[in-house]
């Protein structure tokens, strides 16, 4: 049975931690995984599914994960695919950074339609400067801890189902 690929980018780590949620789901439901960062070049061609994940930076998926996304177009089309992005603003932040980071996904969605794309919520850990909690319309001053194993867990359950 081929593997299913988790390629990553992970500054702070959270999206690391996330792909080893995922990876125990996957596993135990029966499917070899491999996790490896993003780089150029690597073939999917071992893989029967791929799942990106990479953090939103700047209300935007990170350049990184974009420019995977762009030079492994062909390889992701073949194959069942995810886009997970991995973001606390989206789900702690005002709904204007809200509808950004939306508008931010709808490009991944048409980047690579037929995959699924879906959003997970990350970690900072170390409370936001009030200033910055004001521009960003996140009320809770202690740190935030958005990574939720459950619904991570769950929504790969399903996800897996779908690799043939």
Known sequence: MKPILIALISPSGSTKEIAGILQRAFE?????VEISDLGPGKSLEPYAAVVVAAPIHG???MPEAMAYLAAQREGLTARPAALVAVSYLYFEGSTRWKASITKAL?????????ASV???????PKTLPAPIRWLFGVKKSSPIDLVDPL?????????????V
């Open 59 to 61: 209300m935007r998926w």
């Open 106 to 114: 709808r490009t991944l969605r048409e980047a690579l339609p037929h």
């Open 28 to 32: 135990k439901a029966g499917r070899p």
């Open 151 to 163: 619904s991570i867990t769950a929504w790969a359950d399903g996800w897996v189902r779908t690799v």
């Open 118 to 124: 879906q959003v997970f919520g990350g970690r900072l």
